[in-house]
Structures are given as structure tokens and as C-alpha cells.
Nanobody
Framework: VQLVESGGGLAQPGGSLRLSCAAS????????VGWYRQAPGKQRELVAT???????NYADSVKGRFTIDRDNAKNTVYLQMNSLKPEDTAVYYC??????????WGQGTQVTVSS
């Protein structure tokens, strides 16, 4: 199983970025998948998840600004990030549940919000 994130980079406050996570070896549509982030010196935290039925859940800090969605045909999950703030700066990780063991994780993609 491999999860590969892309789309990170530098954005200005108020700007937007769209992260992608492409999966191989696992069918995303069968599991809960999501995005987590880890800022320097802080613990990894949940950003957003989407269940196999399409129900979504967001951290309070990103509600109304971030949107998670999934393209089952492409086996890819996305995180649309709007109205970015400096405090959104972190490494963002793609995650998928694994019913037979530990969750799967991507390698992470850096998001930096700065003017």
C-alpha cells in the first residue's frame, strides 16, 4: 500500500492550495480516509476525514475553510484549503484506515502560509 501526497507549497495568507493523495494497493472508497497535519513542535492533529459513505468531519479550526472530497475513479482524496492562515503551516499527511492493522500514512507534504 502506498499513499502519495502532492500539492503542498507556499501560499499567502488568504490564499488557497489543493492537496491530493493518490493511493495504490488499497481501494479508498472502501475505507475512512483523511488528512492530518503536524506543525513544528506540536503533535499531529486531525484536519478532516471522509467515510466510505461520504460523511465528512472537520477540525473546528478548519471548518468553513477546508473541504475534503474523494474521486473514487482515480482512487484519490483531496483537501481544498481556502482562506489559508499562517497557523495552517504544517506538514500534511494523508491517512487511510486499515481494518487488519495500523492505519496507512503518506510521506507528508509541506504547506507554508506566509507573506
Amino acid at each position: 500500500v502506498q499513499l502519495v501526497e502532492s500539492g503542498g507549497g507556499l501560499a499567502q495568507p488568504g490564499g488557497s492550495l489543493r492537496l491530493s493523495c493518490a493511493a495504490s494497493g488499497i481501494i479508498f472508497s472502501a475505507y475512512r480516509v483523511g488528512w492530518y497535519r503536524q506543525a513544528p513542535g506540536k503533535q499531529r492533529e486531525l484536519v478532516a476525514t471522509i467515510t466510505r459513505l461520504g460523511a465528512t468531519n472537520y477540525a473546528d479550526s478548519v471548518k468553513g475553510r477546508f473541504t475534503i472530497d474523494r474521486d473514487n475513479a482515480k482512487n484519490t482524496v483531496y483537501l481544498q484549503m481556502n482562506s489559508l492562515k499562517p497557523e495552517d503551516t504544517a506538514v500534511y499527511y494523508c491517512n487511510s484506515e486499515n481494518p487488519v492493522g495500523p492505519d496507512y500514512w503518506g510521506q507528508g507534504t509541506q504547506v507554508t502560509v506566509s507573506s
